[in-house]
Structure formats: structure tokens, C-alpha cells
């Protein structure tokens, strides 16, 4: 009972540090000195109409799975753990195309972003190694698999 219990906090902090994160470039980006926030406002990206719009649709796809993913992880539903694995992954994958700029912001988004990325990586883990989590939802998909192929089903 206990290791069911860390993992759902393990996967609540990983959402409270994403959200954090967001919640904190934005309201901490006052507290930067002027030269940085001069910089910050002279590279803002234009993107074009195109570009905004398919940056937009990736992000809606990720923050929808990852919402669905967290709930079915909560629920132990067996497909929560595939989509939460690419959700972080896909998180990971678009960043990385943003790294050829330096990113400004205070060490309070650091530190939250810090957070959220140890507890995903290792709700992550958690999800198909730790056996006591694991089994959790296989145990779920046995149960699943067993009420379709059930005789009372076909009735």
C-alpha cells in the first residue's frame, strides 16, 4: 500500500513542479535585471501565422495527453503508463530545438523545472520497474482483458 501511495505523489509533484515552472517565468520575469529583460523583449521569436499555429496544436496535443495520462496513472488504467512516457518524452523532444538560445529566467524556475523533471523521470521509471507499481497496472489490464473475454460478456 505504501509504494502505491509515493508513486501517486511521486506523479502529483511532477505536475505541480510543471505547473509551477510555467507559473513562475512568468511572474518571476520582473525580478530580472534590466539588461536581461531587455534582452528577453528583443528576442522574442517572430513566428509566423503557420508556425504559431502548428506550435500551438503541439502544445494542446501534449498538455491533453499529459492531463489524460496523469488521471489514467491515478486510476491505474494500463494505457496511462504509455502515454505518460511519451508525454514526458515528446515534452523532452520539442524543448530541444529550443536550446540554441539561451534561456533567461530567475533560479525560482530552475528550481521548480528541477523538480518536475526528477519526479517525471522517475514516475517514469516507477510506471515499468518498480514492481509494486508495475504489477498495479497489469494487474488492472489482466482484470480488463478477463471481463471481455468473459462468457457473461457475450450475453
Known sequence: MKIKNTFRISLTLSWLGSVLAIILIFSTRSQLPDALRSYLHTRQPSLGLASALVFLL???ILLSSTIASIVGAYLWRPWARS?????????????????????????????????????????????????????????????????????????
Request: aromatic share 14%; glycine share 6%; hydrophobic share 55%.
Open 58 to 60: 503541439l502544445v494542446l
Open 83 to 155: 502515454v505518460f512516457t511519451m508525454a514526458v518524452l515528446f515534452g523532452w523532444c520539442i524543448s530541444i530545438p529550443m536550446g540554441y538560445t539561451p534561456a533567461v529566467h530567475t533560479c525560482w524556475v530552475d528550481i521548480a523545472s528541477g523538480i518536475a523533471s526528477f519526479f517525471s523521470g522517475m514516475t517514469v521509471c516507477a510506471m515499468w520497474f518498480v514492481p509494486g507499481v508495475e504489477d498495479q497496472f497489469q494487474r488492472k489490464q489482466f482484470a480488463q482483458q478477463t471481463a471481455a473475454a468473459s462468457p457473461v460478456a457475450d450475453r
